[in-house]
């Protein structure tokens, strides 16, 4: 399941199989008395089975797993689609569902698209974090194994909650896929920059939205995955953050598949599907995180 990207922007359409979610759990707001500030998006929200847009109403989606599995471990997902659109689906639903059948709480976020408000996503994150530790006793979470995936523009967003966010808001470990690291010009995703931005952004913006420059010893430990041949976001971005990662003696692990390309989430026809799930399994416990 990929979503094709043209340019800077991401289509307004998609190309999939038939979904193969088993059954989506009930959404749950994160702001039952509506959102603290708006993202001026007028238009409705529209979901066309696979990738959702218009997003002013965010809301999480928990896979919890069998209690007879359930290890503690709860991962928060953040789709991605260059800020203009999420992939819920195969960035999101279907991992949920995968991580929970491997024990792992799959809690899918569906945040506020930024429309140029660059700290609304952020802030949706935050909110998140901080709803799963308010439940962390119901969904049998341990409170000090939350961590945060996200994909692409969405691996943007994950990592910038591993470097800005503080105290139980800040992850406890980072799992990111073919992320949007860093603003800068010969980095960027630009649709991603200029959805998140806006185009009278700052030198000031640059550096506070690049995560590879917001890297700190308290940076939690990351797993990167990706591709060689992604032609949408540049490897580079993946591999200026494990540079930053290391200079700081963050444990952190990168993986570049040879091939790919951009926006491959759960999907099964990715040759390396097999072998993403089993690392990432592995690297949570090689850092006892499992």
């Not at 580079?236 to 540079?243: A, T, W």
Request: aromatic residues 10%; hydrophobic residues 40%; contains cysteine.
């Amino acid at each position: 399941m990929k979503c094709f990207f043209l340019s800077s922007l991401i289509c307004s359409f998609c190309f999939f199989p038939v979904m193969v979610i088993k059954e989506v759990p009930v959404p749950i707001k994160i702001y039952p008395q509506g959102a603290p500030q708006s993202n001026d998006i007028a238009d409705s929200e529209r979901f066309d089975g696979f990738c959702v847009d218009n997003i002013t109403d965010p809301e999480i989606i928990v896979f919890s797993p069998p209690q007879h599995k359930n290890t503690g471990v709860a991962m928060l997902i953040c789709p991605g689609g260059a800020y203009i659109r999420e992939a819920v689906v195969h960035e999101g639903y279907e991992v949920g569902e995968w991580l929970a059948s491997e024990g792992i709480t799959g809690i899918v976020l569906k945040y506020r698209l930024p429309n140029k408000h660059k700290e609304i996503p952020l802030l949706d994150v935050q909110t998140a974090m901080n709803w799963i530790h308010q439940k962390s006793d119901s969904l049998h979470i341990h409170p000090d194994k939350i961590g945060v995936s996200g994909f692409s523009a969405g691996g943007h967003l994950a990592a910038m909650s591993g470097t800005r966010l503080r105290g139980i808001e800040r992850p406890d470990f980072m799992v990111l896929f073919y992320p949007v690291i860093s603003m800068t010009d010969s980095l960027t995703h630009k649709g991603s920059r200029s959805n998140l931005l806006g185009h009278l952004f700052t030198e000031t913006d640059i550096y506070d939205y690049s995560a590879e420059k917001q890297v700190t010893q308290n940076t939690p430990p990351t797993l990167l995955l990706l591709s060689d041949d992604d032609v949408v976001v540049t490897p580079l971005n993946s591999i200026v953050f494990y540079q930053a990662l290391k200079a700081n003696k963050v444990k952190s692990s990168l993986c570049i598949f040879p091939v790919g390309g951009h926006g491959w989430g759960y999907n099964k026809e990715f040759d390396y599907h097999d072998d993403w799930k089993s690392l990432l399994i592995r690297w949570l416990r090689d850092n006892r995180i499992l």
